[in-house]
């Protein structure tokens, strides 16, 4: 099957789940939401994980979602990797380009190896880190008159710095920083014993699962989910 024919074999799907989705509840908000995925040709396996045509595939699928005027969700990183390495990050940062391409409205996967069945705290810091980065080209950067300082760039000359600088300090949060990844020098990296970002990123989890506090929901928040959850459970069929 060609990806082409995938993508119809998808959209068909999709289609007719919402065709049977509006026929009971008319009216339903619903997700243009497909995985198209290939099979392994040397096994036959379906579903392997990860293929960079699933990339494309997927852009095509928010494309289509959108030719029909419906809200879309696609996959975001979802490595075909059974560990944070090197392979999980060239995958997941190839998938996240194609998303920042073909933008949906909602993205999934991030935090999952393996496919999308396992699922990694470490992992998903990692991700973040690819996402706050593939976010920053998405949005850019301003040109304008503040944005290029030739009188502090005058003032300063060729062997000052830019540290102490007003404009410096109004603007340095725009540069992005690292959060796991090891920007430092070499001689900084070695002495500690060369230390590999999954490392820094396990040490980020642990510190969060230790520290933070979950915001709480408004009251009223709380007693709708509360109303919608006894609702829920006074009508589900019995197992």
């Not at 497909?34 to 392997?48: E, R």
Request: hydrophobic share 40%; net charge negative.
């Amino acid at each position: 099957m060609t990806i082409t024919g995938t993508i119809t074999i998808v959209n068909a799907e999709i289609l007719s789940g919402i065709a049977i989705l509006e026929t009971m509840v008319p009216g339903s908000a619903a997700f243009y939401v497909g995985y198209p995925t290939t099979i392994d040709l040397s096994s036959g396996m379906m579903n392997p994980a990860w293929g960079h045509e699933e990339t494309w595939a997927q852009m095509a699928n928010t494309q289509m979602g959108r030719r029909y005027g419906l809200r879309t969700t696609a996959t975001c990183m979802a490595t075909g990797s059974k560990w944070s390495d090197r392979r999980a990050g060239v995958q997941s940062t190839l998938m996240t380009l194609g998303n920042m391409l073909m933008p949906p409205d909602m993205l999934t996967g991030i935090g999952s190896l393996d496919g999308d069945n396992v699922y990694s705290h470490i992992e998903m810091v990692l991700d973040a880190e690819i996402y706050d980065i593939a976010c920053g080209w998405v949005e850019g950067f301003k040109v304008r008159d503040e944005d290029i300082p030739v009188d502090t760039i005058v003032e300063v000359g060729p062997t000052g710095h830019f540290l102490d600088q007003e404009h410096t300090l109004t603007n340095m949060r725009e540069i992005w920083r690292d959060s796991v990844m090891d920007r430092r020098s070499w001689d900084a990296w070695e002495a500690e014993e060369r230390p590999d970002p999954t490392i820094a990123a396990e040490a980020k989890v642990r510190k969060i699962l230790a520290d933070h506090e979950p915001m709480l929901l408004e009251p009223d928040v709380s007693a709708e989910l509360d109303r919608i959850l006894t609702a829920y459970e006074k009508d589900a069929p019995e197992e």
